[in-house]
């Protein structure tokens, strides 16, 4: 099922890779000028991410409903063809076998499709923060002549006073508010992106 948490997650990779790439090297002997961000807040805290989340939700909530509609169109048609079983034709009793079977066995493609549908979806909302989000931490970079910067999921330790999470927050929803979760439809699956590893992919719960 998904949640808030696993909406966010999709960001990991690309935002890994966001930090790492704006980081400046210091010189040869130089001093390192260290800041910490976390990603993960970012997201979670700021208000794009806020709406996007709740966007990615109501897109959840509606796939969830076509692929509760497609099992029961399959078991609607497994039952016509047990209820009608004594009044059909072989040649009838035949052909609605093969529809079917045909579906039923379509129906894992279906579902891996709507699934991809969604993270495909999110995935382009999630496009519009980190694009925001790349002058902001050059922004904080430059202000500061900072010359490593580092995602609070990679540093074990370290003090308070290097983390700048809550000032990009502050500067990225000074910069976007929301975002627009467009429904990103295709008739063929598609590979799925990359994961952060550790991370669980998008997926869709089948219903009980």
Do not use: C, W
Not at 11 to 28: I, N
Not at 183 to 199: E, H, I, L, W
């Amino acid at each position: 099922m998904i949640t808030r948490n696993f909406i966010f997650s999709l960001a990991a990779a690309s935002l890994g890779t966001l930090v790492f790439t704006s980081v400046a090297f210091a010189a040869r002997g130089a001093d390192l000028n260290v800041l910490v961000v976390d990603q993960q807040r970012v997201l979670r805290e700021s208000f794009a991410g806020h709406d996007m989340a709740r966007q990615g939700q109501m897109l959840r909530d509606q796939i969830q409903q076509e692929i509760v509609q497609e099992q029961n169109a399959i078991l609607a048609l497994q039952q016509d063809i047990q209820k009608n079983a004594k009044i059909l034709s072989p040649a009838q009793r035949q052909q609605k076998i093969q529809q079917f079977e045909q579906r039923r066995q379509g129906y894992q493609a279906f579902e891996q499709r709507k699934s991809q549908v969604l993270q495909l979806s999110v995935e382009r909302a999630q496009g519009q923060i980190v694009t925001a989000l790349k002058p902001v931490l050059q922004q904080v970079i430059d202000e500061r002549k900072i010359t490593l910067m580092l995602d609070r999921q990679v540093v074990m330790y370290a003090l308070p006073s290097l983390d700048v999470t809550d000032e990009i927050v502050k500067r990225l929803n000074n910069v976007i508010r929301s975002v627009k979760v467009e429904r990103v439809d295709f008739q063929q699956p598609v590979s799925r992106p990359p994961t952060a590893p550790g991370k669980p992919p998008i997926g869709i719960a089948k219903p009980h």
